[in-house]
C-alpha cells in the first residue's frame, strides 16, 4: 500500500507543470489567497462576469492539491443540512440556499462538459445509511422538513430492504436518499478549472505562501516570501489555513483531519453487492464513514474521525496518520466483508475546516475590502462552487440571487470556538469520546455514562459534530 501526502486521485490525474512562484510587485484589481476550490471558482466566475478584471491567485504549495484534490469527491447539495439551515436562516432562507446549492451540482457537471473536463462527473444521488440501531430514525426529520417544505423528488426514506437494493452490506439498516448528488475525481476537476483560468487570463502563482495580508486604508497588500499583490480587493480562501495565527476568523474554525484508502480494481464485489449506480455513500455517525465507487471498480472508503489540530498547526497527521488509517482499513471491510484478500492500494489525509454549525460561512471582512469563506466541515465539493458565485456577485456589487443568499453573514454572527489550548484538548477529548461511543453502539454495547457524558458536550454548548 502506498501511504502518501497527497493519495490516489492526484497521483492518478497527474498534476500539471507548475507555475512560476510570486516575484516582485503585482497590481491587480483582485487577489485571491488560496488556490482550492473556493478560490478557483471565485477567480472563475469573476473573470467570466468581467473579462478585463485583473486576477491573481496565489497558493502557497501546487494549485488543486491541498484538501480539494484528495477528498471524496461527494459533489453534494445542501438539501441533507435543511432542518439545521431552517433553524438558523428561516424556511425562506433555507429554500434558496439549498436550491442554489442544488443549481451548483448540476453546473459543476456542465462546466466539465463544456469545458472538456473529464473529471469523472457522475450525477448518482446520495445515500445517508444507518449502522446501529442508535442510529435508526436520524435523517429522517431532515428528510420529513424537506418534504414539508413543499420540495418534491428530492428526499426518499428508505426501509432496510430498499437500502439493500442500492448496495447490499451487512452493516447498513434503513437510510435516507438525495436524488441532487453527483461523484467526481476530485483533482482531475481542480486540475480542469486551473487550466480554465490559465485559459482565460487569471495570473495563478504556485509555491508562494502568503506570509501576510494588509488590509490597509486604501488598498489591500499580499506578501509572500517573493514578492506582493496590492489589490483593490482580495478573497481569503486558504481553508484550514484560517485557524492560524493572523486570520480574522481563527476564533470561529476548528481543524480535524479525515483519512482515506482506496482498493484495487474490485468489479466482481461491486456486482455482487449491487451497487452498481455509482451512488455516494455515507453512514449516520458523527464521525463519518463515507464511501464511492470508481469508473474502473474501485472502493474509495474514508473516515473522519482523524485529529484535532491544534491552532490549526497539523503536523503532517492530518495527511499522514498510519494509526488512523488501519482503524479506516478495519472499518472498509466491517462494511464489505466480500473485500477480504483484496489489495488496499493508496491511503492518504488531509485536514477539514470545520465551523461550529457544521455549515459553510461566506464573511465580509471588516475593512470591506474583500471576503472570506470556511467551514464546508469536509462537503465543499459541491458548495464551493455556489460560494465562488456569492463572493464574485458580492465583489462585483452584484444585486442578484447569489450576492443576497444568507450564507452571506457578518463575522459578529459567527459562533466562537475555545481559545487554545482548550480548542485542542477539549476538541480532542470530546473526540475520542464520540469514537469511543459510536464504536460501541455499533457493537450493540453501551459506551458507559462518563463517555457518553463527554460526547453530548457539543450539543449542550452549541456545536455541531457530523451532519
Given at each position: 500500500?502506498?501511504?502518501?501526502?497527497?493519495?490516489?486521485?492526484?497521483?492518478?490525474?497527474?498534476?500539471?507543470?507548475?507555475?512560476?512562484?510570486?516575484?516582485?510587485?503585482?497590481?491587480?484589481?483582485?487577489?485571491?489567497?488560496?488556490?482550492?476550490?473556493?478560490?478557483?471558482?471565485?477567480?472563475?466566475?469573476?473573470?467570466?462576469?468581467?473579462?478585463?478584471?485583473?486576477?491573481?491567485?496565489?497558493?502557497?504549495?501546487?494549485?488543486?492539491?491541498?484538501?480539494?484534490?484528495?477528498?471524496?469527491?461527494?459533489?453534494?447539495?445542501?438539501?441533507?443540512?435543511?432542518?439545521?439551515?431552517?433553524?438558523?436562516?428561516?424556511?425562506?432562507?433555507?429554500?434558496?440556499?439549498?436550491?442554489?446549492?442544488?443549481?451548483?451540482?448540476?453546473?459543476?457537471?456542465?462546466?466539465?462538459?463544456?469545458?472538456?473536463?473529464?473529471?469523472?462527473?457522475?450525477?448518482?444521488?446520495?445515500?445517508?445509511v444507518s449502522t446501529s440501531p442508535t442510529q435508526d430514525g436520524i435523517g429522517v426529520a431532515n428528510a420529513r422538513a424537506v418534504s414539508e417544505a413543499g420540495v418534491e423528488g428530492e428526499v426518499s426514506i428508505l426501509?432496510?430492504?430498499?437500502?439493500?437494493?442500492?448496495?447490499?452490506?451487512?452493516?447498513?439498516?434503513?437510510?435516507?436518499?438525495?436524488?441532487?448528488?453527483?461523484?467526481?475525481?476530485?483533482?482531475?476537476?481542480?486540475?480542469?478549472?486551473?487550466?480554465?483560468?490559465?485559459?482565460?487570463?487569471?495570473?495563478?502563482?504556485?509555491?508562494?505562501?502568503?506570509?501576510?495580508?494588509?488590509?490597509?486604508?486604501?488598498?489591500?497588500?499580499?506578501?509572500?516570501?517573493?514578492?506582493?499583490?496590492?489589490?483593490?480587493?482580495?478573497?481569503?480562501?486558504?481553508?484550514?489555513?484560517?485557524?492560524?495565527?493572523?486570520?480574522?476568523?481563527?476564533?470561529?474554525?476548528?481543524?480535524?483531519?479525515?483519512?482515506?484508502?482506496?482498493?484495487?480494481?474490485?468489479?466482481?464485489?461491486?456486482?455482487?453487492?449491487?451497487?452498481?449506480?455509482?451512488?455516494?455513500?455515507?453512514?449516520?455517525?458523527?464521525?463519518?464513514?463515507?464511501?464511492?465507487?470508481?469508473?474502473?471498480?474501485?472502493?474509495?472508503?474514508?473516515?473522519?474521525?482523524?485529529?484535532?489540530?491544534?491552532?490549526?498547526?497539523?503536523?503532517?497527521?492530518?495527511?499522514?496518520?498510519?494509526?488512523?488509517?488501519?482503524?479506516?482499513?478495519?472499518?472498509?471491510?466491517?462494511?464489505?466483508?466480500?473485500?477480504?484478500?483484496?489489495?488496499?492500494?493508496?491511503?492518504?489525509?488531509?485536514?477539514?475546516?470545520?465551523?461550529?454549525?457544521?455549515?459553510?460561512?461566506?464573511?465580509?471582512?471588516?475593512?470591506?475590502?474583500?471576503?472570506?469563506?470556511?467551514?464546508?466541515?469536509?462537503?465543499?465539493?459541491?458548495?464551493?462552487?455556489?460560494?465562488?458565485?456569492?463572493?464574485?456577485?458580492?465583489?462585483?456589487?452584484?444585486?442578484?440571487?447569489?450576492?443576497?443568499?444568507?450564507?452571506?453573514?457578518?463575522?459578529?454572527?459567527?459562533?466562537?470556538?475555545?481559545?487554545?489550548?482548550?480548542?485542542?484538548?477539549?476538541?480532542?477529548?470530546?473526540?475520542?469520546?464520540?469514537?469511543?461511543?459510536?464504536?460501541?453502539?455499533?457493537?450493540?454495547?453501551?459506551?458507559?455514562?462518563?463517555?457518553?457524558?463527554?460526547?453530548?458536550?457539543?450539543?449542550?454548548?452549541?456545536?455541531?459534530?457530523?451532519?
Amino acid at each position: 500500500m502506498i501511504h502518501s501526502a497527497h493519495g490516489y486521485w492526484i497521483d492518478e490525474a497527474g498534476p500539471p507543470a507548475p507555475t512560476p512562484p510570486l516575484s516582485g510587485d503585482l497590481d491587480v484589481d483582485v487577489a485571491i489567497v488560496g488556490g482550492g476550490f473556493t478560490g478557483m471558482w471565485t477567480a472563475w466566475h469573476l473573470s467570466g462576469a468581467e473579462p478585463d478584471l485583473r486576477i491573481a491567485l496565489v497558493e502557497s504549495h501546487r494549485i488543486g492539491c491541498g484538501p480539494s484534490g484528495r477528498n471524496g469527491g461527494f459533489v453534494d447539495s445542501m438539501w441533507v443540512t435543511f432542518e439545521k439551515m431552517k433553524q438558523r436562516y428561516g424556511l425562506p432562507g433555507a429554500l434558496r440556499l439549498a436550491r442554489a446549492s442544488e443549481d451548483s451540482v448540476r453546473q459543476i457537471g456542465e462546466f466539465c462538459e463544456e469545458q472538456g473536463v473529464d473529471a469523472w462527473y457522475r450525477r448518482a444521488g446520495y445515500l445517508n445509511v444507518s449502522t446501529s440501531p442508535t442510529q435508526d430514525g436520524i435523517g429522517v426529520a431532515n428528510a420529513r422538513a424537506v418534504s414539508e417544505a413543499g420540495v418534491e423528488g428530492e428526499v426518499s426514506i428508505l426501509d432496510p430492504g430498499r437500502v439493500a437494493e442500492v448496495c447490499d452490506s451487512p452493516r447498513f439498516r434503513g437510510g435516507v436518499f438525495y436524488e441532487s448528488a453527483a461523484t467526481v475525481q476530485p483533482a482531475r476537476l481542480g486540475f480542469g478549472i486551473r487550466a480554465a483560468l490559465l485559459d482565460r487570463g487569471v495570473r495563478l502563482f504556485e509555491s508562494s505562501p502568503v506570509t501576510r495580508v494588509e488590509d490597509g486604508p486604501d488598498r489591500v497588500v499580499v506578501r509572500t516570501g517573493g514578492g506582493r499583490v496590492i489589490a483593490d480587493q482580495v478573497v481569503l480562501a486558504s481553508g484550514p489555513a484560517l485557524a492560524g495565527r493572523g486570520s480574522p476568523i481563527r476564533n470561529s474554525v476548528t481543524i480535524a483531519s479525515s483519512h482515506m484508502v482506496i482498493t484495487e480494481p474490485v468489479p466482481e464485489v461491486i456486482d455482487e453487492i449491487g451497487w452498481t449506480g455509482g451512488e455516494a455513500i455515507s453512514d449516520f455517525r458523527s464521525l463519518l464513514a463515507y464511501f464511492r465507487t470508481t469508473p474502473d471498480g474501485r472502493i474509495a472508503f474514508g473516515w473522519g474521525g482523524g485529529r484535532i489540530a491544534a491552532g490549526g498547526r497539523r503536523f503532517g497527521r492530518a495527511e499522514i496518520d498510519p494509526e488512523v488509517v488501519e482503524q479506516v482499513q478495519v472499518s472498509l471491510r466491517e462494511y464489505f466483508p466480500g473485500l477480504a484478500g483484496k489489495r488496499i492500494e493508496h491511503a492518504w489525509g488531509g485536514p477539514i475546516d470545520a465551523s461550529a454549525t457544521h455549515l459553510p460561512h461566506v464573511v465580509r471582512l471588516s475593512s470591506g475590502r474583500g471576503y472570506t469563506a470556511f467551514g464546508y466541515t469536509g462537503n465543499g465539493v459541491g458548495p464551493s462552487q455556489m460560494v465562488g458565485r456569492c463572493i464574485a456577485s458580492s465583489l462585483l456589487g452584484r444585486q442578484d440571487e447569489y450576492s443576497s443568499l444568507p450564507i452571506i453573514e457578518p463575522a459578529s454572527a459567527l459562533t466562537r470556538v475555545p481559545p487554545e489550548p482548550f480548542r485542542w484538548i477539549g476538541g480532542t477529548i470530546i473526540r475520542e469520546a464520540i469514537g469511543r461511543k459510536e464504536q460501541a453502539e455499533s457493537q450493540g454495547r453501551s459506551a458507559g455514562a462518563l463517555v457518553s457524558a463527554f460526547a453530548a458536550v457539543p450539543e449542550l454548548i452549541g456545536f455541531h459534530i457530523g451532519r
